[in-house]
């Protein structure tokens, strides 16, 4: 029974999709980019993770305001450039 409670989370109110969904896609992104490109620039010698984890934290500290920023402007250009569904 206690565990029914703990697997149920209580859910943020729409309103904040505008923040959480650029908050969640600049953890992944920066994560997965800093990831590649240290790899890229060090290899996988040892270190590799402090080097990485680094550059994960200086490019989030980037991505996530950018988002914030620039997903607006990019709904708008995606608006432009595809076709909306008929609402009924």
């Known amino acids: ?3 029914d409670r703990v697997l149920k989370l209580r859910k ?3 309103s904040y999709s505008t923040v959480v ?3 969640v896609l600049s953890i992944l992104m920066s994560c997965i980019v800093s990831a590649v490109s240290t790899a890229i620039g ?3 010698a040892s270190g590799f993770v402090a080097t990485w984890s680094y550059a994960w934290g ?3 500290l980037v991505a996530f305001p950018s988002l ?3 997903l607006p ?3 708008r ?3 432009v450039i595809v076709d909306q569904p008929a609402r009924s």
Do not use: C, D, N
């Open 58 to 60: 200086a490019s989030w």
């Open 68 to 70: 914030l920023i620039v």
């Open 1 to 3: 029974m206690a565990r």
């Open 42 to 44: 060090t290899g996988w």
């Open 12 to 14: 943020l109110p729409p």
């Open 77 to 79: 250009i995606v608006a």
């Open 73 to 75: 402007i990019v709904r």
């Open 21 to 23: 969904m650029p908050f």
